[in-house]
């Protein structure tokens, strides 16, 4: 091929436009119906959504957007689609997102209307944000650093499915994100309603609350994800360790590793968490925690038993025998529980959650709880081989991340059993 002159850089740059066009602009009308039909877009400032805008019309120059099929995409889907293309489910992570935008101006540490309560919790917060970000070594961006009330219990519901004779979670895919074990609805009724669907497919499955999200620092240039009245309240503790994990998030995602991601970021929450409350706990708070925490890894050591069982029993079983069996697992499951349960002091309503786990358990719930420990020894181990040093352990499980899935997880597995 023949070179242009080095010089003759006007021609270059129309040489470039013409093999690369302007992307067309979103029609003001199909922008504008993307904004009323999409709550999170509207609570976005001018400068924000205008960002947005050119952002999502980039992505529409460059994508093609296919309905899956008999789907069919009516005028404006596509900027809709477009305007939360980071990934399915940050959608509604940002639906909270501009929540928290529209409280920026008024936060409630300034507002003198703001409950006491929620002041002290919010001023905790900020000490908790700014020690991960010192001691932790954790990203310093806007995340955590607002406050919405979105007026309900969850932000989303997951709904986690497995096959009859399987812990291994059925897969759902995005383009971001990638493969993940789980789905994520903004409308409670909408994942019982997936839930129920899986089910009738033969699939086991469950539904449940979450109260805290992670946009990966997708959402960083619009606020970040916000404190929530989902979680405000958590004991020092638990509030410590939730916000250390969605930000860790924000160091490592391995796409399409969901065990692998959720377990490294258990292990940064429980050893942030730890170095928190030894560091700047109150005596009370150490004494909830420990409390609280004992009672936890109780439940974690009978979960973690039974799954091991019901794995040896779907891998070396068949016919009736398998389906004996795993009844039988099941049953003396919920039997120690029991016996568990009723050596815990106190009310017996702190143990709802608990009880409501037990006697809805599957292969789904099991499987989701192995997402978030089975690696977390493994991580665990490797953080003290890097000399409790976070900055070395974030590196390290870096390089973990671009080897293969099963070779990351086969090294994680030697490293926790040495």
């Not at 086991?204 to 620092?217: I, K, N």
């Not at 900055?391 to 997880?409: N, T, V």
Request: charge should be positive; glycine fraction near 6%.
């Amino acid at each position: 091929m023949a070179q242009l002159p080095a010089g003759n850089v006007p021609l270059i740059k129309s040489l470039l436009q013409w093999l690369r066009p302007t992307p067309r602009p979103i029609n003001d009308a199909l922008w504008e119906h993307a904004c009323r039909r999409a709550a999170w877009l509207d609570g976005l400032d001018d400068e924000r959504r205008a960002r947005l805008r050119v952002l999502a019309t980039r992505f529409l120059h460059e994508k093609t957007i296919t309905p899956i099929g008999e789907l069919q995409l009516q005028a404006g889907d596509g900027v809709l689609l477009a305007a939360g293309r980071p990934g399915a489910g940050l959608v509604v992570a940002a639906e909270a997102v501009a929540v928290g935008a529209r409280c920026e101006a008024a936060s409630p540490l300034e507002d003198t209307q703001a409950p006491q309560r929620l002041k002290t919790r919010l001023a905790m917060s900020q000490r908790i944000r700014d020690f991960a970000v010192r001691e932790l070594k954790l990203p310093d961006n806007p995340s955590y650093r607002r406050y919405a009330d979105l007026q309900r219990r969850a932000v989303v519901w997951n709904v986690v499915a497995a096959p009859a004779y399987s812990i291994t979670l059925k897969q759902s895919c995005f383009p971001i994100t990638g493969c993940v074990g789980y789905r994520g609805y903004f409308d409670e009724a909408q994942a019982r309603a997936e839930a129920a669907r899986l089910a009738a497919q033969g699939y086991e499955s469950s539904t449940y609350p979450v109260p805290a999200y992670s946009t990966l620092g997708w959402m960083n240039w619009a606020g970040g994800d916000p404190l929530l009245n989902t979680f405000i309240n958590y004991p020092e503790g638990e509030l410590a360790r939730l916000i250390f994990h969605e930000l860790a998030h924000q160091v490592l995602y391995a796409k399409d590793d969901t065990m692998f991601n959720e377990s490294f970021a258990t292990a940064v929450e429980r050893l942030g968490g730890a170095r928190w409350l030894a560091t700047h706990g109150s005596e009370a708070a150490r004494e909830e925690y420990a409390q609280y925490n004992a009672r936890r890894n109780q439940f974690r050591a009978l979960t973690h038993a039974t799954r091991k069982r019901l794995e040896q029993i779907y891998e070396q079983t068949r016919g009736d025998e398998r389906e004996a069996l795993k009844q039988k697992a099941m049953r003396e499951f919920r039997e120690q529980y029991a016996q568990l349960r009723a050596s815990w002091p106190g009310d017996a309503v702190r143990y709802r959650a608990y009880d409501q786990w037990v006697a809805q358990a599957n292969n789904s719930s099991f499987g989701a709880q192995a997402a978030y420990d089975e690696l977390v020894p493994g991580f665990e181990a490797l953080f003290a081989r890097e000399g409790g040093d976070f900055a070395r352990f974030y590196e390290a499980a870096r390089r973990l991340a671009e080897m293969p899935k099963y070779q990351r997880h086969q090294v994680l597995k030697e490293i926790g059993s040495a």
